[in-house]
T-cell receptor
Framework: GAGVSQSPSNKVTEKGKDVELRCDPISGHTALYWYRQSLGQGLEFLIYFQGNSAPDKSGLPSDRFSAERTGGSVSTLTIQRTQQEDSAVYLC???????????FGAGTRLSVL | RKEVEQDPGPFNVPEGATVAFNCTYSNSASQSFFWYRQDCRKEPKLLMSVYSSGNEDGRFTAQLNRASQYISLLIRDSKLSDSATYLCVAPLFSGGYNKLIFGAGTRLAVHP
C-alpha cells in the first residue's frame, strides 16, 4: 500500500518568507511525528500527534514553528519568517502503534537563502 | 549528556569485514530499542528491534546491555550494499506514547 507521502520534496525560499510542508500519513495510522534532520546530524523531534489528543509540541524550536493535523490524517508544518538555520530535511513519520511500526516519508529538503 | 549517543564514525571497512557499532542511552526506563538504516538522502528504515538481551537476523546481530545502558549492532561479512548511516533509537515512554529519540548516527562505508 501507499507509504507516508511528503510534499514538496524540495523547497527553496528566501529568508523571512513563510513555508508550509505537508505530510500524508499511511491510512489508518493514528500517530504522526515531525522530525528535523540537519546535515550530518541525527533526527530532532519536533512534534507528535496521536488521535484526538492534544499534540506534544515540546520539540518545536521556536514560536515560528507550528503544525496542525486535520481530521486525524494530513498534517501541515508551518515555519514563519524562515531563517537560514531552518535549512534542513523535515521528515514525517506515522505509526499504528509501537516504535517498531513507524514508517517515514522521504522528507522535504528546505533551503533558506 | 545526550539521550542517545553513538560512535561518531565514519567506519571505513573492506568487504567481508566484521564491524560493530555501539550506542548508549541515558533513560533507564527505555524498554525496547531499534536500529534504523538511512541511505544517503533517503528516509530512515527499520533494520532491527531489540526487546531483550539481543536479536539476530542473518549477518546482523543486535545486543542490549541494560546494566550498562548500551546497545550494539554487529555486521558480519560486510557487503558494499551495507554502506549507509545506522541510527540507534531509544523510545522514551512519555505522556502515554513512545517518543522516538534518535542518535546522531554512525556512517559505514564498505569498500571493495
Amino acid at each position: 500500500g501507499a507509504g507516508v507521502s511528503q510534499s514538496p520534496s524540495n523547497k527553496v525560499t528566501e529568508k523571512g518568507k513563510d513555508v508550509e510542508l505537508r505530510c500524508d500519513p499511511i491510512s489508518g495510522h493514528t500517530a504522526l511525528y515531525w522530525y528535523r534532520q540537519s546535515l550530518g546530524q541525527g533526527l530532532e523531534f519536533l512534534i507528535y500527534f496521536q488521535g484526538n489528543s492534544a499534540p506534544d509540541k515540546s520539540g518545536l524550536p521556536s514560536d515560528r514553528f507550528s503544525a496542525e493535523r486535520t481530521g486525524g490524517s494530513v498534517s501541515t508544518l508551518t515555519i514563519q519568517r524562515t531563517q537560514q538555520e531552518d535549512s534542513a530535511v523535515y521528515l514525517c513519520a506515522s505509526s499504528s502503534g509501537g516504535a517498531g511500526r513507524t514508517s517515514f516519508g522521504a522528507g522535504t529538503r528546505l533551503s533558506v537563502l | 549528556r545526550k539521550e542517545v549517543e553513538q560512535d561518531p564514525g565514519p567506519f571505513n571497512v573492506p568487504e567481508g569485514a566484521t564491524v560493530a557499532f555501539n550506542c548508549t542511552y541515558s533513560n533507564s526506563a527505555s524498554q525496547s530499542f531499534f536500529w534504523y538504516r538511512q541511505d544517503c538522502r533517503k528516509e530512515p528504515k527499520l533494520l532491527m528491534s531489540v526487546y531483550s538481551s539481543g536479536n539476530e537476523d542473518g549477518r546482523f546481530t543486535a545486543q542490549l546491555n541494560r546494566a550498562s545502558q548500551y546497545i550494539s549492532l554487529l555486521i558480519r561479512d560486510s557487503k558494499l550494499s551495507d554502506s549507509a548511516t545506522y541510527l540507534c533509537v531509544a523510545p522514551l515512554f512519555s505522556g502515554g506514547y513512545n517518543k522516538l529519540i534518535f542518535g546522531a548516527g554512525t556512517r559505514l562505508a564498505v569498500h571493495p
